[in-house]
């Protein structure tokens, strides 16, 4: 069993497989690990998408297409893509929890914006919140700790 | 800590959303005390700390009707006075004090007259500030999120000394983040990390501030 983190998912995978840095996962645990989906031409979210990592080699004159590294038999290495694309990847020492982190551009790109990046988060009674239903009102986001 | 302006202003279209970057059981003491009116949320990760680039509490952002940020975080009225006291007597110069509630007044009064008059406050940044006060963070303050978020996930799976390694690593990462260290660091029996080796770390600051100031005087400043 993998765990996997990212942003406030975690989410779990009984066949997904951890080789060293490679974390193998099929399409569908692609998309609910990350929100992100596995298309032909990379990793997509809305208009966005992340090119998988160029082919190595050529293909054979059969005209099988040249094998990704980053693809094989029907998973993705998701870490590698992460990685490729700039963004933190961590694990435990056992490789049974990943954590795929937001890169610093990716967060800077969502800031520039100037729209406030959204979240969702409980109260003590385990009740959400999420900051974009206080739309139409002025929010006065403050952070506090008792440390 | 908010319930003044949110009592005064909540009928101005405006909240307070309070998020603490803490655990549950140490923040509930506190919420349950003031029992304040608007929303405080639990945020153990420092998944928001990670969106907006925070690196200590309090520290705030200002977010009109339509979602966008018209100030950027910062310190929400506190200052270094406390850098000040007399660490035998606990007690303060005056000069420290008279700064320190002028700072919190004046940031408070920022916020009451932003919730008042809207973009037409001085203290509202326009999209150009705004955005000129939003630079991407450094690469290693995100490896630093990465690793305090597993971190906090194996504390909570009962692994304490992996997790205890991955969060030192954070801090190396990202030293500016207070929030980071403290919610790591050894607490004291009233639950804060304010210990030798806190103050050995604010010593270390030398002429930097722990608390960045913050000017809201006016727009243009």
Redesign the interface.
Known sequence: MITVLHEQRETQWPDAAAEGDALWLDADAVASATGWTWKPEGLCQGDTCVPLPRARGAGTAEGTPPSLPVVREGRLDLAAMWRHSGQPVVRDAASRTWVLGTGAAQRGAALATLQAPDFTLPDLEGRPHTLSAFRGRKVFLATWASW | ??QS?FTELQH???????????Q?E???????AAAPGY?????RDH????????VN?????????????VR?PGT?GSTDAFRAMDRKTFSFPEAALAERARVKATYFDA?RD??RH?PASVHALS?AQ??AR??????A???A???F??GQ??LR?G?AD?ARV?MAEATRLHPDSW?MW??A?D?DAR???SGPEFWARVDALGARPYYAPVDVGSASS
């Open positions: 800590m908010w302006l101005h279209g405006f909240t307070v959303l309070a998020v603490a970057l803490d549950p140490a923040a509930r003491p506190w919420i349950e929303p405080c949320l639990i945020d998944h928001v700390a990670d969106l907006y680039h925070l509490v309090p520290q705030a952002l200002w977010i009109d009707e339509q979602g966008r940020i950027p929400a916020v932003w919730a809207g999209e705004a955005a939003l630079g991407p963070p450094p690469d303050v995100a490896e999120h990465a690793r978020r597993l996930h194996l799976q692994q992996e991955l929030a403290r919610q660091a607490k639950g804060l990390a």
